[in-house]
């Protein structure tokens, strides 16, 4: 017979791990992926700040040959704000959308490439610069677009000759 203490046991002692809750912001979307930064993550030192973002892709990535595809990465990173640069940390390769189901591949960077380097222009890493050392959320968060019509394409409403 099973003592009527486990259940309380059990339930004290996932209380004592409480479930840390990410509080994911949408930054950029466009036709390939979703950006997405952890509010919460975010820590800043003096110049420096600390945060996690998330990419969803709309196609899984990697090479299923290699080992399972991944649909979505969570980085850690850090950005100087003063002179717009960028360090990744450590990035996490889940098999579902919004870094869900199992981690497919760990990767821990190596001391070049957690190198402080400067931010390129248009790019995602300078999304996030702006949205963490300037307040500033890109003004690209519609949904994507389809492609345009070709221009020698036939007209759907254009009379038949």
């Known amino acids: 017979m099973t003592s009527g203490k486990a259940f309380p046991l059990l339930a004290l002692a996932l ?4 479930a840390q809750a990410v509080q994911w912001h949408a930054l950029k979307r466009d036709n390939e ?6 509010t919460e993550s975010i820590k800043r030192a003096g110049d420096e700040a600390s945060l996690d973002y998330m990419v ?9 040959r290699d080992g ?3 649909r979505s990465i969570v980085v850690k990173a850090k950005l100087r704000c003063k002179p717009k640069a960028i360090s990744l940390l450590h990035t996490d390769a889940y098999a579902l959308y919004g870094a869900k189901g199992i981690i497919i591949a760990k990767t821990k960077s190596t001391p070049e490439e957690m190198a402080f380097r400067p931010l390129e222009v248009g790019s995602s890493d300078e999304d996030l610069w ?8 890109p003004p690209t968060l519609d949904a994507p677009k ?3 019509p070709k221009k020698d394409a036939p007209k759907k409403d254009a009379p038949k000759k």
């Open 130 to 137: 702006k949205y963490v050392c300037e307040g500033k959320s």
């Open 33 to 38: 992926a979703l950006l997405s930064i952890d």
């Open 146 to 148: 389809p492609a345009a």
């Open 15 to 18: 209380l004592a791990f409480p």
């Open 68 to 70: 399972t595809p991944y």
């Open 56 to 64: 969803d892709f709309r196609r899984a990535q990697g090479d299923p």
